[in-house]
């Protein structure tokens, strides 16, 4: 007598050969932007590890400095005054070179296969990583090491956000995905949770290797990347999403307020609408320039919008653990726990924005609320955020879901749409650049002298 079939085969043929094929490459490019964020979150855990309070700690009986040195547990070149200057001077290397190399990015990565384009940065990305941390194992305590290091992992991280976002548009059509995209963007929280835990377990003794695990296990995704990245459904014999018509346009018409005025938002198409099969790859669309992405409707206003969202995600992501470690009097490792929080905050905004976008149909005025309701919430945080453990924990999840709600939703489904009406890089590294230009400004404000108050986080931003 034959026994009915097995829960886990009547689950794994509940789906079909092409949903499997697309959750797939969804999980892969969650874990390969994951890694590119966890590598960018060291720096922040660290900063307090390389300038402290030595007059709280106890001088080891091996320290060569002399009793008079008030300065022998930091690191120098950050053992000086003006070290605020110098870390925002290696955060600004970062993000500069960020910046300026998605313009490159954008040119290089129009021209070269995904799979190749995306495994090679991720292999440097985490070269370059190590690389960072290798300095505490070498002694090494010149500025323009660490200044070299950031403007090399900037170029190279540069390659992560429009291949992801582009692989992902080639698997999924466009229509009600504002909740599927919002999960997936947490990546980006839940690489700088992963970036702060790991960065955290060493912070307080060898520094060096909250740079060189993370780097590590970029550099495998890396590999894992290369082996199996996918990036067309007609090459492993999937159908296609359905994009576009003939003519070139959407089949259904598009609601305005999600890219702007026009036609140009689907409400009735299903996330895996299925197009007429093809066995070959279909035609990547024709490049297009920058002036050409700035005259698509709803691309300088969401630009704008990421803009600010940007400025203060950034800010809390460099300078949150130390803004902790100063003025609640954590430690490292506990300052550096502590400000996970924000991005588990930014987990909840994100999938609450996909959801809102979805049953509204309205992008635009989500954003639009989200970052309303952020201003105030700034304020209070920087007035009752320190007052105790718990209100600082409920201020930091209510930030981070209201700053990254938009960010996520701006970042992933309206690229995403985006992408699939006007061309796969230009308009993937378009929104992305406006942000790392805000976040610049952030760390240039955040490094000022005059950060050394409380509140210094908030208030510039």
Not at 26 to 50: A, G
Not at 286 to 310: D, H, Q, T
Not at 367 to 393: K, R, T
Request: hydrophobic share 45%; aromatic share 14%.
């Amino acid at each position: 007598m034959r026994s009915a079939l097995a829960p886990g085969v009547w689950f794994l043929r509940a789906f079909s050969r092409d949903s499997w094929f697309r959750g797939f490459i969804l999980l892969l490019t969650f874990f390969i932007y994951t890694c590119y964020h966890m590598s960018r979150k060291p720096i922040s855990v660290v900063k307090s590890r390389l300038h402290q309070n030595c007059s709280e700690l106890i001088k080891p009986i091996n320290d060569s400095h002399s009793l008079n040195d008030t300065t022998w547990c930091d690191w120098a070149p950050f053992d000086k005054n003006n070290y605020k200057e110098l870390l925002g001077a290696v955060d600004n290397a970062f993000l500069v070179a960020y910046a300026i190399g998605m313009f490159i990015s954008g040119i290089f990565g129009e021209r070269l296969p995904l799979r190749y384009y995306l495994s090679a940065g991720m292999l440097l990305s985490g070269l370059f990583t190590s690389l960072f941390g290798l300095g505490y194992f070498w002694n090494i305590h010149m500025l323009w090491y660490f200044v070299l290091i950031q403007i090399c992992n900037g170029l190279v991280q540069t390659t992560g956000w429009p291949s992801v976002v582009t692989c992902v548009g080639n698997w999924f059509g466009k229509g009600k995905r504002g909740l599927i995209m919002g999960i997936w963007n947490s990546h980006t929280s839940v690489g700088n949770i992963l970036g702060s835990l790991i960065a955290g377990i060493w912070v307080n003794e060898q520094w060096g290797l909250s740079f060189v695990v993370p780097g590590i296990i970029t550099a495998a995704m890396g590999v894992i990347t290369f082996l199996f990245l996918i990036e067309y459904p007609e090459d492993v014999d999937c159908t296609p999403p359905q994009h576009h018509t003939s003519d070139g346009l959407e089949e259904n018409q598009h609601n305005p307020e999600d890219l702007g005025s026009g036609p140009y938002t689907n409400k009735e198409s299903s996330l895996e609408t299925p197009a007429r099969c093809s066995k070959e790859p279909s035609a990547q669309p024709a490049a297009i320039s920058f002036l050409g992405a700035l005259r698509i409707p709803g691309v300088v206003e969401f630009s704008l919008c990421l803009l600010f969202a940007k400025l203060v995600s950034y800010t809390f992501l460099y300078w949150l653990p130390l803004y902790i470690f100063n003025v609640a009097h954590f430690n490292a490792k506990q300052a550096g726990d502590l400000s996970t929080l924000f991005d588990v905050g930014g987990i909840i905004g994100g999938i609450m924005a996909g959801l809102i976008s979805d049953y509204t149909n309205g992008r635009a005025t989500t954003c639009c609320i989200m970052l309303i309701l952020a201003a105030p919430m700034m304020f209070l945080y920087n007035f009752i955020g320190q007052s105790g453990i718990i209100n600082s924990i409920v201020m930091l999840i209510i930030c981070g879901a209201l700053v990254n709600g938009p960010y996520a939703l701006i970042t992933t489904a309206v690229s995403a749409d985006l992408v699939r009406l006007w061309g796969p890089f230009w308009l993937a590294l378009f929104h992305p650049q406006a942000g790392t230009m805000s976040s610049t400004c952030s760390s240039l404000l955040t490094s000022w002298p005059a950060c050394s108050s409380a509140g210094w986080c908030t208030k510039r931003s």
